[in-house]
């Protein structure tokens, strides 16, 4: 990094103090970490901006395509990345085109000798062009692959294998091709566990099967067998692993039980839209009700997955109503739960929550469907979320027609909150008591509305002051203020009370002429509105990372209208605009 020396003043922040010093600068950009990303946000706006496009970078299809560049003078330079040192990044996002060729792609792996995170989006067959890649990717940690059209995923697990990425931590497979899931070779897959044991700890695979073979755990089926897989098979374990993920796939009850065997430490599970006969295994009583409430200790011997922490489950389709309590029941450390099945009947939900409060439970994430034909009563519903296992929740969705103060016991610790609701229009009289609850989460980070707004009321009095300009408060930001010797003036009280900060928030506007509960949305030309946009959500909330806008319009709004409209936000904020699913 060049940077020239600037004057210091009495009114120079610390910021102006730091990059006056180059060496400095540059010494506090060889430690950052791209974890280190977002609390660096929080310190400072201009040391995130300054920082944050050397430590990821992303290459699409264009940079791909570019003629082989002109070497800049430093052996560490990256001429794609105008001279910005290669020993800082650290995470690299790659799209391949359908016809990738090798050349480019190694060239820019090559010069990140340092990469601990990759991610490639692939829209290819040729998957031989992951063995000449990989070969400099030798220190990941982490490593996604999106593979955008059908492919014969073994090849890509070979080259994998060749690879040798002993350090993975994270591993995720996403085949995103609509259709069956792609068959993989178990004794392929079970090859790079045994290679990363010693460092996997999160794998996600989606739209994968696991396929029986010859012979190990998944061996050819015989007479009486369930696909090969059975339990008495089991040969090895993976006690690493703490994170698994399965997604758009195939289970049974017999695999689901030879999952639990290969990962008896698991911590995390998540089941996302995979068909079969699995979830009874899942939710079967390990012993007589009769004994239950008494024994909990000889259910946690009996459950599946005993160890979880975080337990997340979303079926295919729903073919009848359980009883959540099953999904608790000998697992003593799990704070995490999340599902979209549902209850078994009308007030079971304060079944489950009493049971978790008695023998212990601490939840801090919280999904569970409360939205049932004739709907709970809000006496129910503020009954089983004023429970105390919520009482220190720190993420909950809701989906109710209504909602309540007393529904929010845990309003001092919650930082993302989700309402769902079907997309239905917040009437003004909800709209108010909304804006009374979001006043109440001084800690909330994360916003998520599904329901149509009718102007942005419900954001009133939260965040900052539209009418005090930023400028006015540009020192009010402690990050910002004068040190050493200069004198440091005392924030006033109008940056403190801009909580809560958010920095993600998710909303539909526009919404259509005809509720979707009264039938088929009806969309409106009106356009968005993005100067009310700007002025009631983008300047209250300036710390704001993330807005996503649904709409019920016909068409997304003009490029012409967005891209000036784009250009007056903070740098670091990603918009982004779609319609609803007519």
Same mark, same amino acid.
């Given at each position: 990094?060049?940077?020239? $020396?600037? $004057?210091?003043?009495?009114?120079?922040?610390?910021?102006?103090?730091?990059?006056?010093?180059?060496?400095?600068?540059?010494?506090?950009?060889?430690?950052?970490?791209?974890?280190?990303?977002?609390?660096?946000?929080?310190?400072?706006?201009?040391?995130?901006?300054?920082?944050?496009?050397?430590?990821? +970078?992303?290459?699409?299809?264009?940079?791909?395509?570019?003629?082989?560049?002109?070497?800049?003078?430093?052996?560490?330079?990256?001429?794609?990345?105008?001279?910005?040192? %290669?020993?800082?990044?650290?995470?690299?996002?790659?799209?391949?085109? *359908?016809?990738?060729?090798?050349?480019?792609?190694?060239? +820019?792996?090559?010069?990140?000798?340092?990469?601990?995170?990759?991610?490639?989006?692939?829209?290819?067959?040729?998957?031989?062009?992951?063995?000449?890649?990989?070969?400099? %990717?030798?220190?990941?940690?982490?490593?996604?692959? +999106?593979?955008?059209?059908?492919?014969?995923?073994?090849?890509?697990?070979?080259?994998?294998?060749?690879?040798?990425?002993?350090?993975?931590?994270?591993?995720?497979?996403?085949?995103?091709?609509?259709?069956?899931?792609?068959? !993989?070779?178990?004794?392929?897959? #079970?090859?790079?566990?045994?290679?990363?044991?010693?460092?996997?700890?999160?794998?996600?695979? /989606?739209?994968?099967?696991?396929?029986?073979?010859?012979?190990?755990?998944?061996?050819?089926?015989?007479?009486?067998?369930?696909?090969? =897989?059975?339990?008495?098979?089991?040969?090895?374990?993976?006690?690493?692993?703490?994170?698994?993920?399965?997604?758009?796939?195939?289970?049974?009850?017999?695999?689901?039980?030879?999952?639990?065997?290969?990962?008896?430490?698991?911590?995390?599970?998540?089941? *996302?839209?995979?068909?079969?006969?699995?979830?009874?295994?899942?939710?079967?009583? $390990?012993?007589?009700?009769?004994?239950?409430?008494?024994?909990?200790?000889?259910?946690?011997?009996?459950?599946?997955?005993?160890?979880?922490?975080?337990?997340?489950? =979303?079926?295919?389709?729903?073919?009848?109503?359980?009883?959540?309590?099953?999904?608790?029941?000998?697992?003593?450390?799990?704070?995490?739960?999340?599902?979209?099945?549902?209850?078994?009947?009308?007030?079971?939900?304060?079944?489950? !929550?009493?049971?978790?409060?008695?023998?212990?439970?601490?939840?801090?994430?919280?999904?569970?469907? %409360?939205?049932?034909?004739?709907?709970?009563?809000?006496?129910?519903?503020?009954?089983?979320?004023? !429970?105390?296992?919520?009482?220190?929740?720190?993420?909950?969705?809701?989906?109710?027609?209504?909602?309540?103060?007393?529904?929010?016991?845990?309003?001092?610790?919650?930082?993302?909150?989700?309402?769902?609701?079907?997309?239905?229009?917040?009437?003004?009289?909800?709209?108010?008591?909304?804006?009374?609850?979001?006043?109440?989460?001084?800690?909330?980070?994360?916003?998520?509305?599904?329901?149509?707004?009718?102007?942005?009321?419900?954001?009133?009095?939260?965040?900052?002051?539209?009418?005090?300009?930023?400028?006015?408060?540009?020192?009010? *930001?402690?990050?910002?203020?004068?040190?050493?010797?200069?004198?440091?003036?005392?924030?006033?009280?109008?940056?403190?009370?801009?909580? $809560?900060?958010?920095?993600?928030?998710?909303?539909?506007?526009?919404?259509?002429? #005809?509720?979707?509960?009264?039938?088929?949305?009806?969309?409106?030309?009106?356009?968005?509105?993005?100067?009310?946009?700007?002025?009631?959500?983008?300047?209250?909330?300036?710390?704001?990372?993330?807005?996503?806008?649904?709409? /019920?319009?016909?068409?997304?709004? #003009?490029?012409?209208?967005?891209?000036?409209?784009?250009?007056?936000?903070?740098? =670091?904020?990603?918009?982004?605009?779609?319609?609803?699913?007519?």
């Amino acid at each position: 990094m060049q940077l020239s $020396p600037a $004057p210091i003043s009495p009114t120079s922040c610390p910021i102006d103090i730091v990059f006056s010093i180059p060496e400095l600068a540059d010494h506090i950009a060889r430690c950052l970490r791209a974890s280190h990303l977002r609390q660096l946000r929080l310190v400072s706006k201009r040391l995130y901006c300054a920082y944050q496009p050397q430590l990821s +970078v992303s290459f699409p299809d264009a940079s791909l395509a570019l003629p082989a560049p002109t070497y800049a003078d430093s052996a560490d330079e990256d001429p794609r990345l105008f001279g910005v040192p %290669t020993y800082r990044i650290r995470s690299i996002s790659l799209t391949f085109d *359908d016809k990738p060729t090798a050349g480019p792609i190694v060239e +820019v792996l090559a010069y990140h000798p340092h990469l601990s995170s990759l991610q490639i989006d692939f829209h290819g067959y040729n998957l031989r062009i992951f063995e000449t890649a990989f070969v400099h %990717t030798k220190d990941l940690v982490s490593l996604t692959v +999106v593979f955008h059209k059908k492919v014969v995923i073994d090849n890509f697990l070979k080259s994998l294998m060749v690879a040798g990425l002993r350090k993975l931590h994270t591993l995720v497979i996403d085949c995103k091709e609509a259709g069956s899931p792609s068959h !993989a070779d178990w004794q392929l897959f #079970r090859s790079i566990l045994e290679m990363t044991e010693g460092s996997l700890t999160t794998l996600k695979l /989606a739209g994968m099967l696991l396929c029986p073979k010859t012979y190990g755990v998944l061996r050819k089926p015989i007479e009486g067998e369930e696909d090969g =897989w059975t339990t008495g098979s089991v040969s090895m374990s993976f006690p690493r692993l703490q994170s698994l993920t399965l997604k758009n796939g195939e289970l049974s009850l017999a695999r689901i039980k030879v999952l639990h065997q290969l990962f008896p430490q698991l911590h995390t599970l998540e089941l *996302d839209g995979c068909s079969g006969d699995w979830l009874p295994a899942l939710m079967e009583d $390990p012993l007589p009700e009769a004994v239950q409430r008494q024994l909990d200790q000889q259910l946690q011997d009996h459950a599946l997955f005993p160890e979880l922490r975080s337990l997340k489950v =979303w079926l295919v389709f729903q073919s009848g109503r359980k009883r959540l309590l099953d999904m608790v029941l000998g697992r003593m450390h799990l704070h995490t739960l999340g599902t979209d099945i549902l209850p078994m009947f009308k007030g079971v939900i304060n079944e489950l !929550a009493d049971h978790c409060s008695v023998v212990g439970h601490r939840f801090t994430h919280l999904t569970v469907q %409360t939205y049932i034909t004739g709907g709970h009563s809000i006496e129910e519903l503020e009954k089983f979320y004023n !429970a105390e296992c919520f009482r220190y929740l720190q993420y909950v969705f809701m989906q109710t027609w209504d909602h309540t103060i007393n529904m929010f016991p845990f309003a001092g610790t919650l930082t993302s909150l989700h309402l769902g609701g079907k997309a239905d229009v917040i009437t003004s009289q909800h709209a108010t008591t909304l804006n009374e609850i979001l006043k109440r989460l001084p800690l909330l980070e994360v916003l998520i509305i599904e329901r149509f707004l009718q102007g942005y009321a419900v954001f009133d009095g939260l965040g900052r002051d539209v009418a005090i300009s930023l400028s006015e408060l540009e020192l009010s *930001d402690p990050s910002e203020q004068p040190v050493g010797g200069f004198q440091k003036p005392i924030p006033p009280p109008e940056w403190i009370q801009e909580r $809560p900060f958010l920095h993600e928030l998710q909303i539909y506007a526009c919404p259509p002429a #005809r509720p979707p509960t009264t039938g088929p949305i009806v969309s409106l030309n009106d356009p968005l509105d993005l100067d009310e946009l700007h002025s009631s959500v983008v300047q209250r909330f300036r710390f704001l990372e993330k807005l996503k806008v649904k709409t /019920a319009l016909r068409h997304k709004p #003009r490029e012409h209208r967005i891209e000036p409209w784009k250009a007056t936000l903070p740098t =670091w904020l990603d918009v982004d605009f779609s319609m609803m699913n007519k």
